[in-house]
Nanobody, 128 residues
Framework: QGQLVESGGRTVQAGGSLRLSCAGS????????MGWFRQAPGKEREFVAS????????YYADSVKGRFTISRDNAKNTVYLQMNSLKPEDTAVYYC?????????????????????WGKGTLVTVSS
């Protein structure tokens, strides 16, 4: 009853751009705050960006501010992450998540178990 599937991950050179997609199915996610997280090999999963279901406001980790843009198309039940000016440190598996929280900021505070849905991830590799 509801799933998220990420796509778009690939290898890209530093300074390049990439757009990730997260397609929801099985249910509408229009009333879920959506977020992107990432996990580098051997590292903790970390918050990247989120977008509220209630007002559409967005929130970003400091490390990606000005470079990444999260957006959503509720008609397509899809959330996107536009990634520009990519850096090698952006290399990670990127995960899409959904939670029944109101604000984008609240998404950052949720741990793995606080999410209602997780995708299985898509790998982004940024070469230097």
């Amino acid at each position: 009853q509801g799933q998220l599937v990420e796509s778009g991950g690939r290898t890209v050179q530093a300074g390049g751009s990439l757009r990730l997609s997260c397609a929801g199915s099985g249910r509408t996610f229009s009333n879920y705050t959506m977020g992107w997280f990432r996990q580098a090999p051997g590292k903790e999963r970390e918050f990247v960006a989120s977008i509220s279901w209630s007002d559409g406001n967005t929130y970003y980790a400091d490390s990606v501010k000005g470079r990444f843009t999260i957006s959503r198309d509720n008609a397509k039940n899809t959330v996107y992450l536009q990634m520009n000016s990519l850096k090698p440190e952006d290399t990670a598996v990127y995960y899409c998540a959904a939670a029944r929280v109101t604000t984008a900021q609240a998404m950052e505070l949720l741990n793995y178990y606080g999410m209602n849905y997780w995708g299985k991830g898509t790998l982004v590799t940024v070469s230097s």
